[in-house]
């Protein structure tokens, strides 16, 4: 059984730049899950999606985007890059919510 | 909305020591509570869970268990080793809308030999 794979593992943009991080999901997941974790702080929920539709939101605005793919692949858009967006960004698939698996993370720089 | 309290850190301990990290919650309803590690340089793995109050979740000499009337969820270990090292995060599962997780801040622990 394969798990979360993130891509890419770093990368650094300038400031109002936007950036597309991509997520491949577990195989037999269907929910796909995104969270900003900050240096020193827990992960804080984005979004969720589920049949290629947000189903839930976190306090992020709507420079904060996202897809779901047919294929239960994710990815995360942020238009507009600001200096507070810098953070690891963990994509995590679930079933139907239940059983979460983390990818490693993609580690944005916002210089 | 839920909220989740860890004990601050870090934490420092020399190998065999008894570990406690404490954990609070704030939730509506009947949330599942989960412990999750974080080794340097990934992701979040998860380390424990309980889905019912009085549950108990282990795996790897880690124990914590759901404790409704005070609202805990805390981490125990009873003889920690280096390869422990690593953050550690309290997490609630939101049993509404989106069942999203809702983490601690995360307390990092040292394990010296």
């Known amino acids: 059984e394969t798990g979360v794979t993130q891509s890419p593992t770093h990368l650094i943009k300038t400031r109002g730049q936007q950036v597309t991080l991509r997520c491949s999901s577990q195989?037999?997941?269907?929910?796909v899950s995104w969270y900003q974790q900050a240096l020193g702080q827990g992960p804080q929920f984005i979004f969720q999606?589920?049949?290629?539709?947000?189903?839930g939101r976190g306090n992020f605005p709507p420079r904060f985007s996202g897809l779901q793919f047919p294929n239960y692949s994710s990815e995360l858009n942020v238009n507009a890059l600001e200096l507070d967006d810098s953070a690891l960004y963990l994509c995590?698939?679930?079933?139907?919510?239940?059983?979460?698996?983390f990818g490693s993370g993609t580690r944005l720089t916002v210089v | 909305g839920n909220s989740v309290t860890q004990m601050e850190g870090p934490v420092t301990l020399s190998e065999e020591a008894f570990l406690t990290i404490n954990c609070t919650y704030t939730a509506t309803g009947y949330p599942s509570l989960f412990w999750y590690v974080q080794y340097p340089g990934e992701g979040l793995q998860l380390l424990l869970k309980a889905t019912k109050a009085d549950d108990k979740g282990s795996n790897k000499g880690f124990e914590a268990t759901y404790r409704k009337e005070t609202t805990s969820f805390h981490l125990e270990k009873g003889s920690v080793q280096v390869s422990d090292s690593a953050v550690y995060f309290c997490?609630?599962?939101?049993?509404?809308?989106?069942?999203?997780?809702?983490f601690g801040q995360g307390t990092r622990l040292t394990i010296n030999p």
């Open positions: 999606y589920y049949r290629e539709e947000e189903n």
């Open positions: 995590a698939s679930s079933f139907y919510g239940y059983g979460y698996t």
């Open positions: 997490a609630l599962s939101d049993v509404q809308g989106a069942q999203k997780l809702v």
């Open positions: 195989s037999g997941h269907n929910t």
